[in-house]
């Protein structure tokens, strides 16, 4: 019995800069492993309760690096899987799907699949979805919280204003939302001992896996969303407010009948 | 430039259809709804514009709408149409992924917009946190995208003859798992969704004990509230359902107004496709100001309740 919780190592968005060019520099944007990974895995540890847990992720040669390692293994995690191949770079998550299938194939015995809500800088909620598709185990999303009872999972989910228990036998992979566990800080401890846990990386060649991609950029723009008119109303409080209401009421906001 | 090959959209409630099928149309001749659920879904549907519509079933419970991936699958290999297209929804998002995964490809995640020039068929969806918008040509024999339909804004159709609803039932997989229980959760303080007016809570109210404030203004306009996802998360100031944001709620109300909201674009994500958006900030760099229509400069808690009072004379 092993859980197998997928994890990405990224860039923080926060600090990717977008020039009007479309040019994307990600110097001052720190490699993380994002909340929403830090949730999958406080889950995946959580459910293991003492059996096997294991971290997988996968992405382009850049991810192997120390700093990565020992953020991911100072969780709570037994050892860490990366398909490391440069591939991978910009992977959609067919490709990244595909790759992540056949590690948990090579992994063996794996009754659970955890994956985050979605990473941080794509935030596509699509890999939890294809690796469990590949692996033609059962596969949901919106996860809030599962439980192992012998070989089946019990499994809650929310799907629009329903909240859903569902119970599915094992073995079964769960994409959960982005407040399904609360993620603890690694004690001293956890950080000691992330240094002594195994690492095991492979190549897609490695794997047997083969990938074609879905999609081909054609261009980035920085994302001002729709464009505003940015009107600021100065003065007084009383007289900003004033222009304020005067022109949510031209706009209709203000003075409208409630149907 | 239309695509030669028919775009299928898939339609399993009434929400969306009019914006899916117009998304379709503007991409394609030909434009065919699957529809999953009641037969009478299939023929509201049949107005909205579509070429063909094509009524697969309603599942039975344990089955789910995610459950027809397979039979689906096979279809889309039988008659290799340009595109599927769904809502992004929970379960379009899983019912898109399951097949994608089976057509070995991925799902185009929260399109904003599509074209087509030729046959080919090209994108556009956010990356980064909402920072960028990136277009990408789609490569797949049939490609699968979830679209955002708030951004497509009113694309339906219009003055559509009504088209004929084909029976074309297809099965879908029985599930493993059983449903132990299902319970709607009644939102309370209004429903975020349909509401046309919505008051942001930001952290530059310092404390819950002034979330009143906002509350007070929202009852005022006849609104409801909102929040950033660390006034939810982090600060438990206000439900997790009530935080907009890349992972939270998208909405697109007529108003809304944030205050002590610094405009993150993880947050405005969230409501950029409000009508209006005013700012009320004591921050005069706050990232906020380029993304509203309406903006203060000022303490929220001498602006908010001028303003309730301004809005209730």
Known sequence: MTVVVLCKWSRDPDDVEIGADGAVSFDRAAWELFEYDRVAIELGVTLAAGARVVALSAGAKEIDTTLARKAILSRGVDELFLVSDDRLAAADAGMTGAALAAAVKQIGDVNVVVAGAGSADLYAQQVGIQVGSRLDWYTVNEVTGVSLDGDAAKITRRVGNVTETLNAPLPV??????????????GMRDILSAGKKPTTVWSLDDLGVTVEPAFKPLSTAPRGGVSRQQTQFEGSTAAAVQQLVDALRRDGIVGRSEA | MSLSRP?????DGDAGGDT???????VADTVVALVIGERSLADRVATLGASEVRYLGQPEAPAAVEDYAPALAELVKQESPAAVLLAASTSGRLLGGRLAARLDTAVLPDASALSAEGDALSATHPCYGGAAAVTEQLLAPTAIVALNLNAFGDVAVQGAAAATVLDATIAAAVPPA??????????????????????????????DGKVGL????????????????PVAEGLGWLPRDRYLGVSG???????YLAAGVSGQPQHMVG???????????KDAQAPIFQSCDYGIVGDLEEVLPALTEAVKA
Do not use: M, Y
């Open chain 1, 173 to 186: 992979a769960v994409s959960l939302t982005a407040d399904a566990a609360t993620p603890r800080n690694p």
């Open chain 2, 7 to 11: 775009v299928w959209v898939l339609i």
């Open chain 2, 20 to 26: 899916l099928i117009g998304a379709a149309r503007a």
């Open chain 2, 178 to 207: 059983t449903v132990v229980d299902r319970a709607e959760q009644v939102a309370e303080g209004g429903d975020l969704a349909s509401a046309k007016v919505v008051i942001g809570v930001g952290r530059g109210f310092g404390d």
């Open chain 2, 214 to 229: 906002a509350q007070a203004l929202a009852d005022a306009l006849g609104g409801v509230l909102a929040c950033t996802r």
């Open chain 2, 249 to 255: 709620q998208q909405i697109a109300p007529d108003l």
């Open chain 2, 271 to 281: 409501s950029e496709h409000a009508r209006l958006i005013v700012a009320v900030n």
